[in-house]
């Protein structure tokens, strides 16, 4: 399938157009985030057979999947919408340590198979150059699984990647770079969906407050909010707000006084 995209610039630096020059056919593993979205365009503007695949699971909130259709219409790309149950695996719910890594095996073996149905046999994604692969094991299950990421072996950074998504005018541009729902849960406390729903539901109403790059984190019955510094004393300000809008959900409601790092 050809595809095309009108833009005014040809921002791409060589390395990457040449890895979609060498791998005519290809598969997307797409978040809707801004790695893969700067993937999804190039590959519009560079690639030849191609095709993005979305896995929707209880662990990706509702805007995720919008913000991955909207780019899909923007870059004119075909994207197939996965449906996965990633509840049902017991490795994944009971929350252990390396969650991410039986995870992301459980994710992107189901993303292959897709693929492998439509007739690709090379899926890549969109891990960059400042991902540290030591703090990540879902990185492992990448590399067991032969999945592909060229903004990292062209060596291309978060900062080079929203670069390029801006001259691009893709809107993810400045978007904030965003974990699962399950990174809410601490290691070793079994995931269930009323614990994801909750967590969902609240960031939504707190972003509806005009906040972003926020956290609830859940401790039993807690939830414990995070903020990094620059929105602290908005925080502070709407601190009863934010208690009362929450107290439905949840027996206590702290504000994190160590503000979160801001994301990249």
């Not at 994604?125 to 067991?144: H, I, V, W, Y």
């Not at 960031?203 to 609830?216: K, P, Q, T, W």
Request: with cysteine; charged share 25%; hydrophobic share 40%.
């Amino acid at each position: 399938m050809n595809n095309t995209i009108n833009v005014s610039i040809d921002c791409v630096p060589a390395e990457l157009r040449e890895f979609f020059a060498e791998h005519s056919t290809i598969a997307l593993a797409f978040s809707g985030g801004t790695d893969s979205s700067l993937l999804v365009w190039a590959a519009a503007k560079y690639g030849k057979d191609w095709h993005a695949y979305y896995l929707h699971s209880a662990f990706q909130p509702a805007f995720e999947l919008a913000d991955a259709r909207k780019i899909a219409y923007q870059c004119q790309i075909p994207l197939t919408i996965i449906e996965a149950d990633i509840l049902r695996y017991p490795e994944v719910t009971a929350n252990p340590a390396d969650r991410c890594y039986h995870c992301k095996r459980r994710v992107f073996s189901a993303i292959l198979h897709q693929a492998a149905t439509d007739g690709y046999s090379l899926v890549i994604d969109g891990t960059n150059a400042s991902d540290d692969a030591g703090d990540r094991p879902g990185m492992k299950a990448l590399q067991e699984l032969e999945i592909r990421s060229p903004l990292r072996e062209c060596g291309l950074t978060k900062g080079d990647v929203r670069t390029l998504c801006r001259e691009a005018d893709l809107f993810v541009w400045n978007k904030p770079s965003y974990a699962c729902l399950a990174t809410r849960i601490p290691a070793g406390t079994p995931i269930t969906a009323e614990a994801l729903q909750k967590v969902e539901k609240s960031e939504n109403m707190i972003a509806s407050l005009g906040f972003h790059d926020f956290r609830v984190r859940l401790r039993g019955d807690t939830a414990v909010l995070q903020f990094t510094e620059d929105q602290f004393p908005y925080a502070w300000e709407c601190r009863e707000t934010l208690r009362t809008r929450l107290a439905p959900m949840f027996a206590q409601v702290t504000l994190d006084l160590t503000t979160r790092a801001a994301s990249c």
